[in-house]
């Protein structure tokens, strides 16, 4: 992998704000821009390629950051992106781009973010159903939805200043991700026009794969540093082959987790292929984790179960790998 100036500059940018920052959303969209990467230039943003948004994602993976990046700056975009609709994309996407926090409403109860199936169900003027997973959605000033008309999939906007929008926190295993069910009650909501939700969700599956990588490479660093400061026998435990061994697998999963990650914008299946092996690479890196840290990693205090709980969340987000597996597989 080879990245630009530029992206250097950018990851080492933000980095360096995420270590000094407490609430790093203001400053991560204030400093750097980060909320205005995918949106178009025409429209107030940046006009940055989804390699960028990468970059800002593997960084946000590293310390497990509490910000809404996927759901607003990569989902609630490329949905108003993809919908066609100038207008639309002209009142809404500067907003997203100064920071203002969008969220798409998308799939059911299963939560399998089938590019045919939605949760909710739309006419010439209302939404109505249930949706679930829904990334920031408790709070989002900006509520889109994709819903069944019937005739295909259509992307609104819907006013969330009216009591049929029911919006509620879903306590969720991963405390740094918010997740929220929204319901509709046929509330009042704009059509902005057809969207396709494939392409839509695979650049979302390509930013996450790359916030796993990010996840697991700081997994594994903390567990090296680790092996070499904790001693038993006389010296630390870094040293025994068998633990060699163990950490250098590991190393060769990061890297080819990053590897996945970078060539999932490229087509389809390789944003599922990357899908698939990132959420596995993580789950793996995490439960390893653990394992090396030894009892301390059964602590609150140390970082190591929120890996572990970010590894299993990500696998589901977005579809669980066996539900990709069918565009990884070559056709006979």
């Known amino acids: 992998m080879t990245f630009t100036p530029e992206q250097d500059e950018l990851r080492a940018g933000v980095r360096k704000l995420l270590a000094r920052e407490a609430n790093p959303w203001p400053a991560l969209c204030e400093h750097i821009g980060v909320a205005a990467l995918a949106v178009p230039e025409r429209f107030g943003g940046l006009g ?20 809404p990046f996927l759901g607003s700056a990569v989902l ?22 100064e920071g203002t926090v969008g969220a798409l409403a998308w799939t059911d109860e299963h939560g399998d973010w089938s590019t045919t199936q939605f949760a909710c169900r739309g006419d010439e003027s209302t939404v109505d159903g249930t949706a679930h997973y829904v990334l920031d959605g408790a709070s989002a000033p900006v509520l889109l939805a994709i819903a069944d008309t ?28 918010a997740l ?65 061994h163990r950490m250098a697998d590991l190393h060769v999963l990061v890297e080819t987790a990053r590897s996945a990650a970078y060539a999932a914008p490229e087509s389809s299946r390789l944003a599922a292929v990357a899908k698939v092996h990132c959420s596995e690479a993580l789950s793996t890196v995490a439960a390893e984790m653990i394992q090396l840290h030894g009892g301390i990693a059964a602590t609150w205090e140390h970082p190591a179960h929120r890996y572990f709980k970010r590894a299993h969340a990500t696998a589901q987000l977005f579809g669980a790998p066996h539900r990709h597996l069918p565009l990884v597989r070559p056709v006979s």
């Open 180 to 244: 929220a069910t929204i319901t509709f009650d046929h509330a009042v909501a704009r059509p902005l026009g057809p969207v396709d939700p494939a392409p839509v969700r695979d650049v979302a599956c390509a930013v996450l794969a790359a916030e796993q990588a990010g996840a697991a490479a700081r997994a594994l660093e903390l567990t090296v540093e680790y092996a070499g400061q904790r001693r038993q026998f006389g010296r630390p435990i870094g040293g025994f082959q068998a633990l060699k």
């Open 48 to 67: 940055a390629d989804t390699t960028d948004v990468q970059v800002v994602a593997e960084e946000l993976g590293r310390v497990l950051a509490d910000v």
């Open 150 to 177: 019937g005739t295909g999939p259509v992307l609104y906007e819907v006013d969330t200043r009216q009591d049929r929008v029911r919006r509620a926190a879903v306590p969720a295993m991963d405390e740094t991700r």
């Open 76 to 97: 609630a975009v490329h949905a108003l992106l993809a919908c066609g609709d100038e207008a639309a994309c002209a009142r809404l996407l500067p907003q997203l781009a």
